[in-house]
C-alpha cells in the first residue's frame, strides 16, 4: 500500500476542517502498523480513505499497484469485497445471524455459492477458536467472541489487508490481549497486512511500526515505546 500526498477536509457550518493533511506513507506487504492519536485526529477518517469507502479531496492511494482513487463506484466495491478486511470497534454483528452466517456474509456478497461459504467460513471460525459457536446467535457470545466473529469475517476472504478501527477499545485486558494475540498470528502465519487504529497500549507496541495522527498530520513515531501516547 502506497499513499501520497492524501488530504480530505469536512464542512462543518460555515468551518472548513482538515481531517487529513498531506498525508503520505508505504506500507509493505505483511507489515503490521499501528496508527495512534486523539480523537478527532483523522484516524477513522483515514482508514475510511484507505478502505475505498471515502474519496480524498486530493492525492492518491495505491493497492496491490492499482490507483484506488481512480477506480470507479463498481471497482472499489470489488476491492472492499475481494482485497480488504474491516474490523468495525462496534463490531457490525448482525443480531439476526448466526455467528455462521455473519462471517460467511462477504462471500455472499461476492457471489460465492452457499456450500462453499460454509466450509470457508467454518474453516476461519476454526482459526480464531469459534468453530463450536457456529449456530449460536451474537447475543449469546462475550464481548469478546463477537469480536473475534468480527475478525473472522474480516478473514474470510482471504484479503490483503486488514483494516481494523479500534478493535480493543471496548474489550477488558485479557479478552484484549487474546484477541490481539491472534491477530499477530494471522499476520504471521498468513501473511496479512494490518493497518489498525488504536489506543490500546499493549496493541501499539505490538506493532512493527507506529504512527502518531495529530490534527490530520501522520507521523512516524519514534523513540521509547512508553512515550507513544504522550499526546493523547
Not at 17 to 22: I, Y
Not at 44 to 57: C, I
Not at 73 to 86: C, K, N, P
Not at 158 to 179: F, M, R, W
Request: glycine share 10%; hydrophobic share 45%; net charge neutral.
Amino acid at each position: 500500500m502506497c499513499v501520497e500526498g492524501v488530504r480530505r477536509t469536512y464542512r462543518q457550518g460555515k468551518l472548513l476542517v482538515s481531517a487529513l493533511c498531506d498525508v503520505s506513507f508505504h506500507v509493505e506487504k505483511g507489515e503490521f502498523i499501528a496508527v495512534v492519536g486523539r480523537s478527532g485526529s483523522g484516524k477513522s477518517t483515514l482508514l475510511n480513505v484507505l478502505g475505498a469507502l471515502d474519496r480524498p479531496d486530493s492525492g492518491r492511494v495505491w493497492i496491490e499497484g492499482v490507483d484506488v482513487v481512480a477506480m470507479t463506484e463498481r471497482e472499489r466495491v470489488r476491492l472492499r469485497r475481494t482485497r480488504l478486511g474491516f474490523v468495525f470497534q462496534d463490531r457490525n454483528v448482525l443480531p439476526a445471524l448466526s455467528v455462521l452466517e455473519n462471517v460467511a456474509l462477504p462471500l455472499r456478497y461476492a457471489g460465492i455459492s452457499r456450500l462453499i461459504r460454509r466450509r470457508q467460513a467454518l474453516e476461519i471460525l476454526g482459526e480464531v477458536g469459534l468453530h463450536g459457536r457456529a449456530e449460536a446467535l451474537p447475543e449469546e457470545l462475550s464481548g469478546g467472541e463477537q469480536q473475534r466473529v468480527a475478525l473472522a469475517r474480516a478473514l474470510v476472504t482471504k484479503p490483503a489487508i486488514v483494516l481494523a478501527d479500534e478493535p480493543t477499545g471496548e474489550l477488558d485486558s485479557e479478552t484484549a490481549d487474546a484477541l490481539v494475540a491472534l491477530a499477530l498470528r494471522v499476520n504471521r502465519e498468513m501473511g496479512t497486512t494490518f493497518l489498525v487504529v488504536t489506543h490500546d497500549h499493549s496493541l501499539a507496541r505490538c506493532a512493527g511500526r507506529v504512527f502518531r495522527m495529530v490534527d490530520g498530520c501522520l507521523t512516524e513515531a519514534g523513540g521509547r515505546p512508553g512515550n507513544l501516547f504522550h499526546a493523547d
